[in-house]
């Protein structure tokens, strides 16, 4: 366990502030981009979401590109933060593309568009600045400890960011006139504050020597660069890393498919403005849960049981908000979205967190830093997870027979909803408590420590 202190306060909220940036591009999209797609541009659901999945196939290979592109990146700015700076010019550029489809033009050319500047931001630039964000909380600081605060404090950033979208996104783009123009300038005004406080978030901090990073001055050739295909060997032989992969994967499923509540809002509750009320009821309840985090996890001595404690209760909170749905209780359905959230905060607070740990297991195993390729988990889960949450959304509307601004939706839409919108996001939690059973990398990285103590004191007493 290293004690020493490597960041002050202003630094882990400058790094913290960074999740606004990449909240503008997933919130928004996650929350908005299929029912802008389907009742402004006038797109098929099922078309929009099988779309989303062929792009996914571009992603897989970015994320294990720009994962080992980073770890052999050399700059003055260190290895992630480069990346993390210039690819966010991109995320800006495309998400006003995005929400700027020209309506004049055909709906074949609308599908395109979409298509071609979808893929971009996920593919390039959206892969190229999550992972290097994600990879700096191995890259600044060694402390545990401090690890956890930093995802304490970035997911405090990223629930706000997305409780403010989900609440003012709908009210804005109306004020701002509705429709094509409403969105086109919505998407304007928020990339235009992600870029910023990107650039807010890279300047906060800076990253240790790659000697320290090592383990001790003059150890940077522990550092040499890890030829692509041994990477990838060490990657896929992790499998604590394939673990959390799974768990970022069903994270985000859960995620965009709550967030295709604005259709459950609209069609069965009535008031599309609910979804400001169950965005608040969902992330203030988190946004309290990553206040206590780090002292939870100091007070159990690790993550662990914390992470599965908290996950009991979200299981049994998500159960309560389906009991909730089919009794058409309102304020049923908010508090036990509430206790779920509540469950889930340790999780989302120290995610980052098991991934350096998980990374810091494979150095411990086999002396090799693979900390971008490691981190490419938080970009593909991302990805894939939201991806796969929010193309299914749309495959479940089309098959359901959806009908674009209908006052009256048909049965079978109002069936799916309900199955979208309370028994997918059970699932996902259920699935991933079972996961986080097996997701014990802290011990076991403390046993790798203690047996390599007892050979590393016998080789010091060796005589030179």
């Not at 992330?283 to 939870?296: K, R």
Request: hydrophobic fraction near 50%; include cysteine.
């Amino acid at each position: 366990m290293n004690d020493k202190k490597y960041l002050r306060w202003y630094n882990k909220v400058g790094y913290g502030s960074g999740d606004v940036a990449g909240n503008v591009v997933y919130a928004l999209l996650s929350a908005f981009v299929m029912i802008y797609l389907t009742d402004t541009m006038g797109l098929n659901a099922g078309i929009v979401g099988t779309l989303m999945m062929v792009s996914k196939i571009f992603d897989g290979f970015s994320d294990i590109v720009f994962g080992t592109l980073l770890d052999r990146t050399q700059t003055k700015m260190g290895k992630a933060r480069p990346w993390m700076f210039w690819a966010f010019f991109g995320c800006a550029a495309m998400i006003i593309a995005i929400f700027a489809i020209p309506p004049a033009m055909g709906e074949t050319a609308k599908y395109a568009w979409f298509f071609i500047t979808y893929t971009l931001l996920n593919s390039v630039f959206y892969t190229a600045n999550n992972i290097a964000y994600s990879a700096l909380t191995a890259l600044i600081t060694k402390n545990a400890a401090e690890r956890v605060q930093m995802g304490s404090i970035r997911f405090k950033f990223a629930f706000g960011t997305s409780l403010m979208i989900q609440t003012i996104t709908v009210e804005c783009v109306r004020m701002l006139g509705g429709g094509v123009e409403g969105w086109r300038t919505m998407g304007i005004i928020y990339a235009l504050a992600g870029l910023a406080v990107n650039t807010i978030s890279v300047m906060s901090v800076r990253e240790l020597p790659p000697g320290e990073l090592a383990g001790a001055p003059g150890q940077e050739e522990a550092t040499e660069k890890v030829p692509p295909g041994e990477a990838l060997r060490l990657l896929t032989a992790n499998k604590y890393y394939l673990l959390i992969l799974v768990i970022f994967i069903m994270t985000q499923m859960f995620t965009a498919t709550l967030n295709m509540g604005i259709y459950f809002m609209t069609y069965i509750l009535g008031n599309a403005n609910l979804l400001g009320s169950f965005a608040w009821a969902i992330n203030i309840p988190l946004i309290i849960g990553l206040l206590f985090a780090p002292a939870l996890v100091a007070k159990a001595g690790g993550m662990y049981k914390v992470n599965l404690a908290g996950y009991v209760i979200a299981v049994l909170g998500r159960a309560g908000v389906i009991a909730g749905g089919y009794l058409g209780s309102i304020p049923l359905m908010l508090f036990f979205s509430g206790v779920a959230s509540l469950g889930m905060a340790p999780l989302q607070g120290t995610l980052n967190a098991l991934i350096a740990e998980a990374s810091e297991h494979t150095f411990l195993r086999h002396g090799k830093r693979i900390d971008g390729l490691m981190f490419s988990c938080t970009s593909l889960g991302v990805k894939i997870g939201s991806g796969l949450g929010t193309a299914l959304s749309g495959w479940l509307l089309a098959a359901s027979g959806y009908i674009a601004n209908a006052p009256v939706q048909p049965g079978g839409v109002i069936s799916m909803l309900y199955f979208m919108y309370l028994w997918v996001p059970a699932i996902a939690n259920a699935v991933i408590l079972a996961l986080l059973w097996k997701l014990d990398v802290g011990q076991a990285n403390d046993r790798l420590r203690a047996q390599a103590a007892p050979a590393d004191a016998a080789g010091a007493g060796q005589p030179s």
